[in-house]
């Protein structure tokens, strides 16, 4: 009887364990359902410039864009700080590269030549001046980076300059239209250091209100499309566009 009743319960526990399974198996499925119902369902949210990643991977998601994003609030605050600094000093105040870096090195001097040699008759030890040497490999990377993206620039400009994409071409006049305009109104400093500000606020503001500006952006668009359809229907579609080149016509 013993043995008997012993059976019964462990098919008993098999049972529970097995509907246990069944129920954790049908809890997974719908999470996963509804995970992929999400995900598909932000995949079709219209994100300003066609983004499909979040704020942090679209800035790099580096140190640069933790600066950006004021992951690390103080880096931030000091970078903004730093950058302010500089510009009330030589735009606001007016003061000279030149002679703000030749009167740095001359109260750096002053002070470690007085150090060292009064050292001796203070007793105390003179003052640890490092050996700085600049290291070749981040200088050469530097460079080669550089030189693509001069290379990467050119050939845009060469394209744009075929005639083949008339888009690009009215957006980039555009573009260099607005940086003339703007260069007009302020000097280089100060357009520097507004491009600063505005790289350490606009996007932290809309990782901020991000649903609320892509849904403005997304009517924008709409609305900009409709009117290049309309002046691409009348005028731009009667300009006579560039004759593609002789490598494109042998292939």
């Known amino acids: 009887m013993a043995d008997h009743q012993k059976e019964e319960d462990k098919r008993e526990e098999s049972l529970m364990e097995k509907l246990a399974d ?13 995970d992929e119902k999400k995900s598909s369902i932000k995949s079709k949210v219209y994100r300003l410039f066609g983004r499909e990643k ?3 991977k679209a ?5 640069l864009a933790d600066v950006f994003l004021w992951r690390d609030k103080k880096v931030s605050a000091g970078v903004l700080g730093g950058a302010t600094a500089i510009w009330v000093l030589f735009d606001v105040l007016e003061y000279n590269l030149l002679t703000l870096v030749c ?19 203070i007793n105390k030890s003179p003052p640890r001046i490092p050996d700085v040497n600049i290291p070749e490999k981040p200088v050469l990377k530097f460079a080669s980076a550089l030189r693509i993206e001069i290379n990467r620039v050119f050939s845009t400009l060469r394209e744009i300059a075929s005639g083949r994409d008339l888009k690009k071409f009215l957006s980039v006049i555009a573009g260099l239209g607005v940086l003339s305009i703007i260069g007009s109104c ?10 600063t500000v505005l790289l350490c606020t606009v996007p932290v503001l809309y990782e901020k209100y991000e649903d609320k500006v892509d849904s403005f952006a997304e009517k924008a668009m709409v609305k900009l499309k409709k009117m290049y359809a309309v002046l691409d229907d ?3 579609s009667k300009i006579p566009r560039g004759r593609p080149s002789k490598d494109k016509k042998r292939s």
Do not use: M, Q
């Not at 129920?23 to 499925?29: F, I, R, V």
């Open 22 to 34: 069944k129920n954790h198996d049908n809890d997974s499925s719908s999470s996963d359902d509804e």
């Open 54 to 56: 979040p704020v942090h």
């Open 59 to 63: 800035l790099g998601g580096g140190k």
């Open 103 to 121: 009167h740095g090195l001359i109260l750096a001097l002053a002070i470690l030549f007085l150090w060292s040699n009064a050292s001796t008759f």
């Open 186 to 195: 302020c000097d280089f400093l100060t357009l520097v250091y507004t491009i």
């Open 234 to 236: 009348r005028v731009l």
